[in-house]
């Protein structure tokens, strides 16, 4: 069975203090891994995908990275309005009426003035 | 913004009674997908649809149906209503299966 984690929970920066926010997966064969970020009270906005071990993405402040086991995503010199949930999700190549696609429970960052 | 609306966004029900949410897009879009998020648990998919009158079951599709009659239209229905169906609903939609998904302003739906 597909599965997906990620850590910390819950994460607390002052701003510009940069960190890493873990994506741990355990898949059959991995096709696809997002990021997605969420405001409370709407839906996930998407923000990268990754498809093999070694590819990165950026947008501003935010680096996504890919090894075979999981995936990172790096925030430099946070500002407070990144404080959001950041969620992952993986696709594997086994396409089992839906259960290929899993989200994962995601960290709840606080970026603090 | 991609154009997606979710209709009713609250809506309080009671035990027994159906209820049917509505996700409206204007992307023209293929694909669309149904999930709920609940504390503890994270986004599940319920129902996707990969065309009109096409769809499939997810991973938390029992006492859930879906229709798609038109492209921009997919409707979740919750044929007799739980209160563990409480939960609130997002919607999403793509061009391709799975990838760069969209997702709604979200129903939060309350069953007592």
């Known amino acids: 069975e597909d599965q997906v984690t990620q850590s910390p929970e819950a994460l607390r920066l002052q701003e510009g203090e940069s960190s890493s926010l873990n994506c741990s997966y355990t898949?059959?064969?991995?096709?696809?891994l997002f990021w997605y970020r969420q405001d409370p009270g709407k839906g996930p906005e998407f923000l990268f995908t990754?498809?093999?071990a070694g590819e990165e993405k950026e947008k501003e402040r935010l680096k996504a990275t890919l090894t075979k086991k999981e995936s990172f995503l790096h925030i430099t010199a946070p500002k407070p309005e990144d404080s959001a949930t950041y969620l992952c999700?993986?696709?594997?190549?086994?396409?089992?009426?839906?259960?290929?696609?899993?989200f994962g429970p995601g960290t709840r960052l606080s970026v603090l003035p | 913004d991609a154009g997606i609306t979710q209709s009713p966004r609250h809506k309080v029900t009671e035990t027994g009674t159906p209820v049917t949410l509505r996700c409206h897009q204007t992307?023209?879009?293929?694909?669309m997908y149904w999930y709920r998020q609940d504390p503890g648990h994270g986004l599940r998919l319920i129902h996707y649809s990969y065309g009109v009158k096409d769809t499939d079951k997810g991973e938390v599709s029992d006492g859930y149906s879906v229709s798609r009659s038109k492209t921009e239209d997919f409707l979740l229905t919750l044929e007799s209503a739980t209160s563990s169906q409480t939960s609130v609903y997002f919607c999403?939609?793509?061009?391709?299966?799975?990838?760069?998904?969209?997702f709604g302003p979200g129903t939060r739906l309350t069953v007592t």
């Open positions: 999403a939609i793509s061009a391709l299966l799975w990838y760069e998904q969209y």
């Open positions: 999700a993986v696709q594997s190549t086994f396409d089992n009426y839906g259960q290929n696609f899993v």
């Open positions: 898949v059959s064969g991995l096709r696809g």
């Open positions: 990754l498809y093999s």
């Open positions: 992307e023209n879009h293929r694909y």
